[in-house]
C-alpha cells in the first residue's frame, strides 16, 4: 500500500451528488493492457468537448486546479462501478484524497489500496471549506491522517476519522496481503472445521 | 463501540448475521473482520487486472479450485463470433491475455464458444456456483445479484481480488443491517424491475451505503429466483453494496442438479443448512423498511441516476420540486444532459434504440415477457432494437422456444450472450442516442459518449420497441392477425 500521512495542496470544488465511477473514467478507457495513463482519461467526458478537445470551463483544466491534489465533492462519491481505475485515474492526475459526506462502498475501499485517502466530512462543512476557498483557491488545504484533521489557510480544522486498520496501513504503507499471512493459523484451523461443516464448499459440485 | 463477533446463540439473530459469523476468522479491530471467502469470479475487464498483479506480485493462488472465471465483458456479442473477438483490438488482446493466464492458474473457465458462458452474475447461479450461506465476490459491483438465491455476495475491487486470490479471505468492515419489506401484490403487468426502480427513487441512489440489505415480504416470496436476481441486481444503484433474499423451498428448487451444487448426500447435508439461515423471528436490524406494492405501476427513469425515475405516465419534475440543494442541482444538470423540461410527459417521447440485455434482465423469463409483447408485432421504423441474452444458455433455451424467431421477425437483433452495450466497453453504436434499455444504470454516457438512456423493464422496453415511442406495455393495442 502506498504511504500516505499527510497532504497539503490545493483543493479542487465538484461538490454534486451521486459522481459516479462512469463519471471518474468512463468504460472506454478500461479496455487497456496497462493500467498507466489512467490520469488522462480522469473525468474524460467532463474534461473534453464532444471533438476530443481538452474543456477549457471544466474545473480541472483550469488554474489552479490542474495540480489539485485533494478533491472536495458531495455524498455518494464513487456510486456505481467497481472500476478500480477510478481511483487509479485520480491518483495519477495527482490527487491523494477526497473529501465528501459519504462514498459509494467499493470505491471507498479500494481508494486506500491506491495511495487516496477518503474522508469523511459533514457537508456543511465541506461547502464552508469551499466558500473559503473561493477568493484565494490557490492556497493550500492539509488532510493530516496522522491527527486525523483537516485545516484550512484560514486557521479552520475540522476533524475526521479513518478506519483504524486503514488508517495503519496507509500511515506505514502496510502490505494487507502480508498482514493477512500472518494469520495463517486462524485460517488453516476456521477451514478445518468448514470443511466438515459446509464440505461442498470446498468440494465442488460432488 | 459494540462487538458483534461473539453472539449468544439464543438470540434471534437475521440472516446476514448468520451467514457473517459462519465466514469469521479473526477480529481485525474496529469492526473490521478477517473473512472467509468460498467464491471468487473473474472477468476479462478487471479479472485480468487482478491476474496480472498477482503475477507481478509473485503470489500464487490460495484455492484455485474455489476461482471461475468467464469471458463476457469485452467480447464481441455480435452473431457467429469467434473466440478472439473482442469489441476492438484491444479488448481481443485482454481476452486472450485472461485465457491464458486462467488457463495456467488452473481455474474453471467458462470461454467464449464454451456453452457456459455468459455474464457472470447469470453464469453464477446458473450453474450453480453460487449457493445459499456462500461468500462470493467478484470484481463487479453487480456481483449482488446473486443475493437472490441467498448468497452473502458483493462486488470488490481488482486489489481486494489479489488478496483474495492469495489468500482465500478479505478484511471487511462490518455493515449495518437493512430490512426492506414489500407487502402487499404485485399488480398484473407490473415487474420486478419496477419494483427495484421505484424503491431506488424512494429510497435515494444513497440509501444503502455502508448497509446489507434484506428483502422480504410476500412480495418477494411470491418472486420466481430470476426476479429475485432482477431485484438484488440493482441494490447496488442504491449503494448497497450487498442485497440478498435469504434462501427458500423455491431457492432449493432452482439450485438441484445445477452443474456446480452439491449432490447426493452432501446436498442433503447443505439443504439442512440452508434451512437454517433464515431471519429468526424477533431478530432487528438497524433500519426497516416497508413498502406497499398494490399500487405500483410501470416504472421509467427520466434522468441520470437510477433515483430518476416515475410511474410510466407521470411528468417530468422539475429542479424546484427538491428542497435539498445537491439534488436540485444534479436535477438540473440531468435535465440538460437528457434534453427533457420539466413538466414533460416521458410516455410517447420518441427513441433511437430499444435495449434488451445485462444481468439485470436478460434471463429466460425476460426475454418471454419481451417476446408475448413483440409476437406478431414490428419494432417501429426508425428504431434500432437489439436483444443480447444473458447467457450463452438463456440463449439457447430461448431457441429451442422459438423466441429467438420471435426477436428476428419483430425486427431486433439477436446476438450472442456477454455485457455489449449495457456499459461502452469499447463499440460506440449508441453514442448520441436516446435508448430505452433493461439494463441498471443511466449514468450520464454509461452507455456511450451522449448517449440519454432510460432504464425500464423487458416489458417496456418491447412494447417501446414497437410503438417507437415510450409506451405502458399495459397500454399498447392490440396485435395484428
Known amino acids: 500500500m502506498e504511504q500516505l500521512r499527510k497532504v497539503t495542496g490545493v483543493a479542487a470544488p465538484m461538490l454534486r451528488i451521486n459522481i459516479d465511477t462512469d463519471q471518474i473514467i468512463p468504460a472506454r478507457f478500461l479496455v487497456r493492457i496497462t493500467e498507466e495513463g489512467l490520469g488522462a482519461s480522469l473525468f474524460y467526458n467532463w474534461a473534453h468537448l464532444p471533438d476530443g478537445a481538452p474543456n477549457p470551463e471544466f474545473l480541472l483544466n483550469r488554474q489552479p486546479w490542474t495540480g489539485a491534489v485533494i478533491l472536495l465533492a458531495d455524498r455518494n462519491f464513487g456510486c456505481g462501478s467497481s472500476r478500480e481505475a477510478a481511483p487509479r485515474a485520480l491518483r495519477q492526475f495527482g490527487f491523494r484524497s477526497v473529501i465528501a459526506p459519504s462514498f459509494g462502498g467499493i470505491f471507498y475501499n479500494n481508494c486506500f489500496r491506491n495511495g487516496i485517502l477518503p474522508v469523511q466530512l459533514d457537508i456543511d462543512h465541506i461547502k464552508a471549506l469551499a466558500a473559503e476557498l473561493e477568493p484565494t483557491p490557490a492556497q493550500g488545504v492539509t488532510v493530516d491522517l496522522e491527527t486525523e484533521m483537516v485545516s484550512t489557510p484560514g486557521g479552520q480544522r475540522y476533524a475526521f476519522t479513518a478506519p483504524r486498520l486503514m488508517r495503519r496501513m496507509l500511515l506505514e504503507g502496510l502490505d494487507e496481503v502480508a498482514l493477512t499471512e500472518t494469520f495463517g493459523a486462524q485460517i488453516k484451523e476456521f477451514r478445518d472445521q468448514d470443511g466438515v461443516r459446509r464440505p461442498w464448499v470446498y468440494h465442488i459440485g460432488e | 463501540m459494540e462487538r458483534t463477533t461473539e453472539i449468544d446463540a439464543l438470540s434471534p439473530r437475521t440472516f446476514f448475521e448468520k451467514v457473517w459469523s459462519d465466514h469469521f476468522i479473526a477480529d481485525l479491530g474496529d469492526n473490521t ?204 444503484e442504491f449503494s448497497a453494496k450487498y442485497g440478498f433474499v435469504p434462501p427458500d423451498e423455491k431457492t432449493f428448487e432452482y439450485l438441484h442438479g445445477r452443474e456446480f451444487a452439491p449432490k447426493g448426500v452432501a446436498w442433503d447435508h447443505a439443504v439442512e443448512y440452508w434451512r437454517s439461515l433464515p431471519t429468526d423471528a424477533g431478530a432487528t436490524f438497524d433500519r426497516e423498511l416497508t413498502i406497499d406494492c398494490s399500487t405500483l405501476q410501470p416504472q421509467v427513469t427520466w434522468g441520470t441516476s437510477p433515483q430518476h425515475v416515475m410511474n410510466i405516465d407521470g411528468t417530468v419534475p422539475a429542479p424546484e420540486d427538491f428542497s435539498d440543494a445537491g439534488a436540485r442541482t444534479l436535477v438540473e444538470r440531468a435535465l440538460e444532459y437528457q434534453r427533457l423540461q420539466p413538466g414533460m410527459s416521458i410516455a410517447g417521447m420518441p427513441v433511437d434504440v430499444a435495449y434488451i440485455g445485462a444481468c439485470t434482465n436478460a434471463r429466460l423469463s425476460d426475454l418471454r415477457n419481451a417476446a408475448a409483447i413483440l409476437r406478431g408485432r414490428k419494432v417501429a421504423q426508425g428504431v434500432l432494437a437489439i436483444c443480447v441474452p444473458g447467457s450463452t444458455k438463456v440463449k439457447a433455451d430461448a431457441e429451442a422456444e422459438g423466441l429467438d424467431k420471435v426477436f428476428i421477425e419483430a425486427g431486433f437483433e439477436w446476438h450472442e450472450s456477454g455485457c455489449a452495450m449495457c456499459g461502452n466497453g469499447g463499440a460506440q453504436r449508441l453514442q448520441d442516442l436516446r435508448v430505452i434499455s433493461t439494463t441498471n444504470r443511466n449514468f450520464e454516457g454509461r452507455q456511450g459518449p451522449r448517449t440519454r438512456t432510460h432504464l425500464a423493464s423487458p416489458a417496456t422496453v418491447a412494447a417501446t420497441a414497437v410503438a417507437g415511442v415510450v409506451t405502458d406495455p399495459r397500454r399498447l393495442p392490440p396485435a395484428k392477425g
Not at chain 2, 450461506?133 to 486489489?159: F, K, P, Q, R
Request: net charge neutral; aromatic share 4%.
Open chain 2, 33 to 236: 473482520h478477517l473473512l472467509q471467502i468460498d467464491r471468487l469470479f473473474l472477468h476479462e475487464l478487471s479479472g485480468s487486472v487482478t491476474i496480472r498483479e498477482l503475477q507481478e506480485s509473485k503470489r500464487v493462488p490460495n484455492s484455485p479450485k474455489q476461482v471461475f472465471a468467464v469471458i463476457d465483458h469485452v467480447v464481441s456479442t455480435a452473431p457467429g463470433r469467434g473466440p478472439n473477438d473482442g469489441r476492438n483490438a484491444t479488448a481481443s488482446e485482454m481476452i486472450q491475455q485472461t485465457r491464458r493466464a486462467v488457463n495456467a492458474m488452473g481455474f474453471t473457465f467458462f470461454d467464449v464458444g464454451d456453452p457456459r458462458q455468459g455474464i457472470v452474475h447469470v453464469v453464477s447461479p446458473e450453474l450453480g456456483i453460487a449457493l445459499p450461506g456462500l461468500s462470493l465476490v467478484c470484481g463487479d459491483s453487480h456481483t449482488c445479484t446473486v443475493g437472490a438465491i441467498g448468497a452473502l455476495a458483493w462486488g470488490i475491487g481488482s486489489t481486494e481480488g489479489i488478496h483474495v486470490l492469495a489468500t482465500g479471505t478479505l478484511q471487511q468492515v462490518k455493515p449495518k443491517t437493512m430490512r426492506i419489506t414489500f407487502a402487499g401484490a404485485l399488480p398484473a403487468g407490473v415487474t420486478a424491475k419496477d419494483l427495484v426502480l421505484s424503491l431506488i427513487g424512494r429510497i435515494g441512489a444513497n440509501g444503502g451505503i455502508g448497509y446489507a440489505v434484506e428483502f422480504a415480504g410476500p412480495v418477494v416470496r411470491a418472486m420466481s429466483i430470476e426476479e429475485r436476481l432482477t431485484l438484488c441486481n440493482m441494490a447496488i
